[in-house]
């Protein structure tokens, strides 16, 4: 484990601590936005979240932190699950939206093969995307 690795400690309602590793616990906008505004010190307090649902979010979060969801979309698709298949791709749009090409890359581990004119092409043929 990195010496940079931060945890936070988030409490619920009734009372229970858990200490997570920040980039687990940033899966919340909300979480996220009071880490970046400075609006947190030590505990975050979750004063409309109680241990049960808690529990649950956090192994929601671990589980789709590690699985390769594209996988998950693979077999949703194949099965022909559409809410499993749309509840996915939801997942996947969260993860991208507002980033940059770069930090999409690095979120899903995806090299860059294009050349930078064909980059500056294809920008150029989509340009409605960049606005």
């Given at each position: 484990?990195s010496?940079?690795?931060?945890?936070?400690?988030?409490?619920t309602?009734?009372?229970?601590e858990?200490?997570?590793?920040?980039?687990?616990?940033?899966?919340?906008?909300?979480?996220?936005?009071?880490?970046?505004?400075n609006?947190?010190?030590?505990?975050?307090?979750?004063?409309?979240?109680?241990?049960?649902?808690?529990t649950?979010?956090?192994?929601?979060?671990?589980?789709?932190?590690?699985?390769?969801?594209?996988?998950?979309?693979?077999?949703?698709?194949?099965?022909?699950?559409?809410?499993?298949l749309?509840?996915?791709?939801q997942?996947?749009?969260?993860?991208?939206?507002?980033?940059?090409?770069?930090?999409?890359?690095?979120?899903?581990?995806?090299?860059n093969?294009?050349?930078?004119?064909?980059e500056?092409?294809?920008?150029?043929?989509?340009?409605?995307a960049?606005?």
């Amino acid at each position: 484990m990195s010496s940079s690795t931060k945890f936070l400690t988030l409490k619920t309602c009734d009372g229970k601590e858990f200490v997570l590793d920040e980039t687990i616990v940033v899966r919340s906008q909300t979480i996220k936005n009071m880490v970046e505004d400075n609006c947190v010190s030590n505990v975050i307090p979750l004063p409309n979240v109680d241990s049960k649902t808690m529990t649950k979010v956090i192994e929601y979060w671990k589980k789709h932190s590690e699985e390769d969801v594209s996988k998950d979309i693979l077999a949703a698709n194949f099965l022909n699950d559409k809410e499993i298949l749309d509840m996915m791709c939801q997942e996947v749009a969260n993860r991208i939206k507002g980033k940059t090409p770069e930090e999409i890359r690095k979120e899903f581990d995806i090299k860059n093969d294009f050349t930078p004119e064909e980059e500056e092409e294809i920008r150029k043929e989509n340009a409605w995307a960049f606005e």
